[in-house]
């Protein structure tokens, strides 16, 4: 899979940023998701959507991010509201390649280790 995130800014804490992903899937898969990397940290997922549209967030952002997809446009999106500072990472998109139907029962887990196509990034950067 070929996958470029976009919409990355800096912005105030408080405000809105939706990101986006545009896919392109040469097998298959079964989740996407969203993670961040802040400086110094492990990668981290943050949303999950599997084939069929079921929907699993970290509690760190429950509430405030929005994962979604148009699959006639092979994008996914990252609506974020109420930043704060600490959403300040490079956000990733990733596909695992079908994997998760078969090792997780079809869980999409918030693992990176679960998936196996990445994106380049796109940095967020939330000033107080």
């Known amino acids: 899979a070929q996958l470029a995130e976009s919409g990355g800014d800096s912005v105030q804490a408080g405000g809105s940023l939706r990101l986006s992903c545009l896919y392109r899937?040469?097998?298959?898969?079964?989740?996407m998701g969203w993670f961040r990397q802040a400086p110094g940290k492990e990668r981290e997922g943050i949303a999950t959507?599997?084939?069929?549209?079921?929907?699993r967030y970290a509690d760190s952002v429950q509430g405030r991010f929005t994962i979604s997809q148009d699959s006639r446009k092979s994008t996914l999106y990252l609506l974020m509201t109420n930043l704060e500072p600490e959403d300040t990472a490079m956000y990733y998109c990733?596909?695992?390649?079908?994997?998760?139907?078969?090792?997780?029962?079809?869980?999409?887990?918030?693992?990176?280790?679960?998936?196996?196509?990445w994106g380049q990034g796109t940095q967020v950067t939330v000033f107080s």
């Open positions: 990733a596909t695992d390649g079908g994997t998760s139907l078969f090792t997780t029962g079809g869980v999409c887990r918030r693992s990176k280790y679960d998936y196996d196509s």
């Open positions: 899937i040469f097998t298959t898969y079964y989740c």
């Open positions: 959507i599997d084939i069929d549209g079921n929907i």
